[in-house]
């Protein structure tokens, strides 16, 4: 059978049976992309109960036919045009094209002939798209500054798609005031730009049922900042000794990196984030800041001021007196606490490990660097210590008072009676400072003898007496005496003096021998016997 003397009606018979298509196509539209291959897919399973398959082209002008299967003699024939593009699988009536053309564009016609001379069809539209390629996005700015610019970004592809947007792996998200696309699509308007708002990357995908082409990876510099700037101060106590050294850092969150400087009291000080000052003087006490500046944005920041004082540390101090030789209940003391290097901002005053508390006669001055005693007693004497302090260091110095009083308390140590040829110590003693020198009498005659204790070796009747023990002070002209009794005894016999009990015992026992004396003798009188005188 000659496949074109049935052009004719085969393509009436198409013609008709649009009328009573049925489902022969699994679907009755598809896509395909120029120079790639489309497969017209059928629900047939089977061809035995076929005469005739016929698959035609409609291109919207006219329908013409492209190929014809007879299945009794399982031959087919394909229209030339068609002839090196076309596969035909024959158990399903399937059909694929390969190499597809724009001009493929159009309806497909199945038309299948049965045995019992009833005819089926089924149509399919393909729609053939441009191959996606040369994806790419541009920018109307290269640069931009946060807050201050608005970037609009266009996507740019060949071929037949849609646009997508997005950042990084994410969708693009919109909120169509400050970030919004055009109708198209293909144009992103973002609104004064935010540093986040591009940092994906952004990525333009431009895409069909079929394929997708991406763009290469966008980047655009947002300049901001700077801000957040961070100072540090090392050490960081705000009073520095003199001769220690100082340490100022600076950073700032910025794009592009800020330009960093240090100002000193509104000057100038050195184009650096890091800046160490050695050996620091009074002269560098003061405000020091730094400056953060950004040349894309022309902003800059200023951080909080930093003050900083230079101070002396103390050392040499020392304590003067006002005089230094001191009489109890006489003399008036000025103390003054002074630092040879050095100012102090504190004093405080200790006596013997403890602090001083003012009073009537001890008188702080207002700065308290000034001690003033009137008129001292021996108490006031002992360690007095000053300790000087300000914000940087502490000193101290150390002053023993030394009070001359005295003497006071004389008295003298020692036995009242000894025996014939007995040793004695006789001691005497006085508070007295300095030392009290001392003198001896006996019955009112001075002794050869000036040191505290007087010893006798071998006691003999010419020791007993008054013994005087004189002590004198020097410094204070002061003299105080005290007297002591001794009795050297004959041998065997010590009057160590009888108490008051023994006396009256004794006075006792002669009233009653004399008692009973006169008795006897009274009695003897009576009985008129003469009794002998006893003595």
Not at 89 to 103: D, H, I, P, Y
Not at 123 to 150: G, R
Not at 308 to 333: H, K, P, Q, Y
């Given at each position: ?20 298509s ?67 699988n ?29 005819l ?33 970004l ?88 003199k ?9 700032a ?65 020392n ?5 230094s ?10 103390l ?27 008188i702080?001055?207002?700065d ?17 210590k ?24 004389v008295?003298?140590k ?9 040793s004695?110590?006789?001691?005497c ?25 007087y ?20 410094i204070t ?37 004399v008692?009973?004396?006169?008795c ?16």
């Amino acid at each position: 059978m000659d496949f074109y003397n049935l052009r004719v009606p085969l393509l009436i018979l198409a013609a008709l049976g649009r009328c009573c298509s049925q489902s022969l196509l699994l679907t009755d539209k598809t896509n395909g992309v120029v120079g790639k291959n489309v497969t017209f897919k059928t629900a047939i399973t089977s061809t035995m109960d076929f005469v005739t398959v016929t698959w035609s082209f409609n291109n919207g002008q006219s329908t013409a036919p492209i190929l014809s299967h007879v299945i009794s003699k399982n031959s087919s024939k394909i229209d030339a045009k068609y002839a090196s593009r076309i596969s035909y699988n024959a158990t399903t009536g399937e059909v694929q094209l390969r190499s597809l053309m724009k001009e493929d564009g159009g309806e497909y016609i199945l038309s299948i002939v049965n045995s019992d001379a009833t005819l089926q069809t089924g149509q399919i539209l393909l729609e053939v798209l441009e191959p996606i390629t040369d994806v790419k996005i541009s920018s109307n700015i290269s640069e931009a500054v946060e807050f201050d610019s608005s970037v609009v970004l266009t996507c740019s592809a060949k071929g037949s798609f849609t646009y997508k947007w997005f950042n990084g792996s994410v969708a693009l998200v919109l909120d169509d005031t400050r970030m919004k696309l055009n109708p198209n699509g293909n144009e992103l308007t973002i609104t004064l730009v935010r540093r986040t708002d591009l940092r994906g990357p952004i990525i333009c995908l431009a895409e069909n049922t079929l394929e997708s082409g991406k763009s290469a990876p966008f980047n655009l510099t947002v300049s901001y900042g700077p801000e957040k700037i961070v100072t540090t101060q090392t050490p960081t106590d705000p009073f520095l000794k003199k001769g220690s050294n100082l340490t100022l850092t600076c950073s700032a969150d910025s794009d592009p990196p800020a330009q960093l400087k240090w100002m000193f009291n509104g000057a100038e000080l050195l184009q650096k984030a890091n800046v160490t000052i050695s050996n620091l003087e009074a002269k560098d006490s003061g405000n020091y800041s730094c400056v953060a500046t950004n040349v894309k944005t022309n902003r800059n920041v200023v951080s909080p001021v930093a003050l900083v004082t230079v101070l002396e540390a103390l050392s040499g101090t020392n304590i003067s007196n006002s005089t230094s030789l001191l009489i109890a209940g006489n003399s008036t003391v000025n103390l003054t606490c002074s630092a040879a290097v050095g100012k102090a901002e504190t004093v405080e005053w200790l006596k013997d490990g403890k602090p001083l508390i003012p009073g009537d006669r001890v008188i702080l001055s207002v700065d308290k660097k000034s001690l003033t005693i009137v008129q001292v007693v021996k108490e006031d004497m002992g360690e007095y210590k000053c300790l000087l302090k300000n914000k940087v260091s502490k000193d101290e110095a150390s002053y023993k008072m030394v009070i001359n009083y005295g003497p006071e308390d004389v008295k003298v140590k020692a036995k009242n009676a000894v025996k014939f040829e007995e040793s004695i110590e006789i001691a005497c003693s006085a508070a007295s400072i300095p030392p009290s020198m001392y003198t001896w009498k006996l019955n009112d005659t001075v002794m050869n003898f000036t040191r505290a204790i007087y010893v006798i070796e071998k006691a003999k009747a010419a020791d007993s007496g008054i013994y005087t023990c004189e002590a004198f002070n020097p410094i204070t002209k002061m003299m105080k005496k005290t007297t002591h009794k001794l009795a050297v005894t004959e041998v065997g016999a010590v009057d160590e003096g009888l108490s008051g009990g023994a006396i009256a015992g004794i006075v006792i026992a002669v009233l009653v021998a004399v008692i009973i004396i006169a008795c006897i003798i009274k009695r003897k009188r009576k009985s008129g016997t003469d009794i002998p005188s006893p003595y």
